[in-house]
């Protein structure tokens, strides 16, 4: 198992940018395909992006796809969310999310059973 900690969270204006980062204590990490997700207020949590054990296989959702990009180094244990033309939706508590198989789709929250603790994101108009 792996512990993870996100990081970058903050405040940015429409059209801005920032950079998530989620750091996993532990050995395993290169076997964990991994997921970002997002929980807006007053909303249920929903899915982001994800990416495979080695980086070479990634989907989005269609609210952020060509926006935001994923992307892992193994070698650093640490996985990133490069957000890029950020809108006022995009504001939420940002969740980094491991799991070693992939018994559901890539986008359902109960695939994944490591969290972190989350990283606020909001954008101003």
């Known amino acids: 198992q792996v512990q993870l900690v996100e990081s970058g969270g903050g405040l940015a204006q429409a059209g801005g940018s920032l950079r998530l980062s989620c750091t996993a204590s532990?050995?395993?990490?290169?076997?964990?395909?991994m997921g970002w997700f997002r929980q807006p207020p007053g909303k249920e949590r929903e899915f982001v992006a994800f990416i495979s054990w080695s980086g070479g296989s990634t989907s989005y959702s269609d609210s952020v796809k060509g926006r935001f990009t994923i992307s892992r180094d193994n070698t650093k244990n640490t996985m990133s969310l490069q957000m890029n033309n950020l809108k006022p939706e995009d504001k939420a508590i940002y969740y980094c999310?491991?799991?070693?198989?992939?018994?559901?789709?890539?986008?359902?929250?109960?695939?994944?059973?490591?969290w972190g603790q989350g990283t606020q994101v909001t954008v101003s108009s």
């Open positions: 532990g050995r395993t990490f290169s076997r964990h395909f």
């Open positions: 999310a491991a799991s070693q198989t992939l018994g559901r789709q890539v986008t359902d929250r109960f695939t994944y059973d490591t």
